[in-house]
């Protein structure tokens, strides 16, 4: 009894890792799995062959007031076009990358039960998000909370000042961890290292999932700890049935 309970777990574990590397986030508009959407909107496309989004929500990704989440771009002033499109590129990572399950964590907020915590971009991507955008407006450090919504979409809080990017987050690495609650992280790991997450990427295959591989295969807490958190109930069925 005790072997078939050890090649059980051998078996699930393997399946959850698989699982992980091909997966959608419990959010507001993702969808329950990945799949193909040969429609995806402009900077989406290259997501075309594997998303967790559809096109719908591509489309929404590039308006400045979507009903996506209601959040203005342009809540300090006209954001910059080169600005906007690293936001835009980022939605449709958020949105509809399969390959994020080592980084997702489970969350309890009233618009969606999953997140992703760290994931470690590639420094080009991070250092040109913030070189577009320095000079930019904006009121806040963190976009996730404290705006102020009594209009139906963020407006900057009583007392915020509008100051630029660089005045705001100080550095790339700044922006990158704290402007989304540390959703991402900042590293100096370049593209071709293999063991980043590429925002910006062409090409019919998505490089994310072989650098995700990477880190399912070298166990990162975010990993471990989701694979615990699913596993803990099984666990307590064979515990059960080893005893019985």
């Known amino acids: ?54 096109a719908n929500t591509t489309e929404e ?3 400045d007031n979507s009903y996506l ?16 499109r690293h936001f835009i590129q980022d939605t449709c990572f958020y949105e509809c990358s399969p390959h994020l ?44 909370i404290g705006w102020d919504w009594s209009s139906g979409t963020n407006q900057c809080p009583s007392g915020a000042k509008c100051q630029t990017f660089a005045e705001v987050f100080k550095s790339a690495k700044t922006m990158c961890e704290v402007i989304w609650s540390n959703s991402y992280r900042y590293t100096t790991l370049k593209k071709d290292s293999g063991r980043c997450m590429q925002l910006w990427f062409e090409g019919p295959t998505n490089p994310n999932l072989e ?18 958190t699913l596993l803990l109930p099984l666990l307590g069925l064979l515990h059960v049935a080893s005893i019985a």
């Open 101 to 144: 399950g080592p980084w997702i964590q489970k969350v309890d907020q009233s618009w969606r039960k999953e997140r992703i915590v760290d994931v470690p971009l590639c420094l080009e991507d991070c250092e040109s998000w913030y070189s577009d955008c320095q000079d930019s407006l904006t009121c806040k450090e963190n976009w996730h």
């Open 211 to 228: 650098v995700a591989r990477y880190y399912l295969n070298n166990a990162t807490p975010q990993a471990v700890g989701m694979a615990t």
């Open 69 to 84: 989440y209601n959040f203005n771009w342009n809540h300090c002033g006209a954001m910059s076009e080169r600005c906007k």
């Open 1 to 54: 009894m005790r072997r078939s309970v050890c090649s059980l777990l051998v078996l699930v574990c393997a399946v959850r890792a698989l699982d992980q590397l091909n997966m959608c986030m419990d959010a507001k508009h993702h969808k329950t799995e990945p799949g193909p959407e040969g429609a995806l909107y402009q900077q989406c496309f290259p997501w075309r062959s594997n998303a967790c989004c559809t």
């Open 61 to 63: 990704a590039h308006a």
